[in-house]
Structures are given as structure tokens and as C-alpha cells.
């Protein structure tokens, strides 16, 4: 790790510390030439593999916008969007694998947002799961309807 302040190549750990539930290690580090002082925070970089063959880094953002997009006019505040984003990514993170398909990013919204409101579902399953006629909304809602008659 390069100093920030006069670039020597070599600087010490003086503290480690985990944060954000585990997901990242912040480290305060300390120069030897310049004596100053300095943190740095460390995350797994998770990448997403598109169907297209690209792969970017995960972002919770667009989670959130994608669903905040499937619950627009419905009873879903921001604080809800922001769980359910911070869900998908624990549900996804703890498979423990650097490269995740984004069909299986897809998957791990649909549950926790099943739960959060079944309008915004049936729109986000529509799109993700490529409903071409009306018996794909039927068949969804039948599904809906037996799981709550179930519970």
C-alpha cells in the first residue's frame, strides 16, 4: 500500500477492525517515512456475469433501482427498497463465489421481494421471467394464491 501523502511504497497496519457485518476490513495504516497516519477500507469485489458475456462489479444500487422501478405507485417506501437490497446482496454474497450470473441475482430478488408486495412480484417476474401471454400472469397468481392459502 502506497502513503497517500508522499507515495513511499511500504506503510504498516497499526489497527484492523471489521465492519458492515463482515463485509469489509478498515485498516488504519501508518507511514514510515512521512509518519503520517491513514485509513483504508477493503471489500470483496463481487462481479456479475451479464448474458452477453460482460462482467461489471455487483452494485446494490441497481438492485434497488430495478425494483423501485416494479413497486412504483405501491405502498413501498425507501427504507423497505434499501432492506430488500441489503438481502439480495447477503443472500448472494454468502455463496461465496467472486463471479455470480445475473440470472441468479434475478432469482434472489424475486423471493424477499415476493414477500414485500406481490403487485411489484408479478411486474418484476413478468419482465425477468419474459411472460408472453396472459396465462403466464394466471399461472403466477394461481402460484401467489396457493402459497397464501398455504400459510
Known sequence: M????????????????STDDGAAIRRRRSCPECERRFTTQETVLLMVAKRSGVTEPFSRSKIIAGVRRACQGRPVDEDALALLGQKVEEAI????????????????????????????????????????????????????RADRSSS
Open 93 to 144: 454474497r454468502g455463496r461465496g463465489i467472486a463471479e455470480v450470473p445475473a440470472h441468479e441475482i434475478g432469482l434472489a430478488i424475486l423471493g424477499p421481494l415476493r414477500d414485500l408486495d406481490e403487485v411489484a412480484y408479478l411486474r418484476f417476474a413478468s419482465v425477468y421471467r419474459s411472460f408472453e401471454c396472459l396465462e403466464d400472469f394466471e399461472n403466477e397468481i394461481a402460484g401467489l
Open 2 to 17: 502506497h502513503c497517500p501523502f508522499c507515495r513511499h511504497p511500504d506503510t504498516r497496519v497499526i489497527d484492523s477492525r
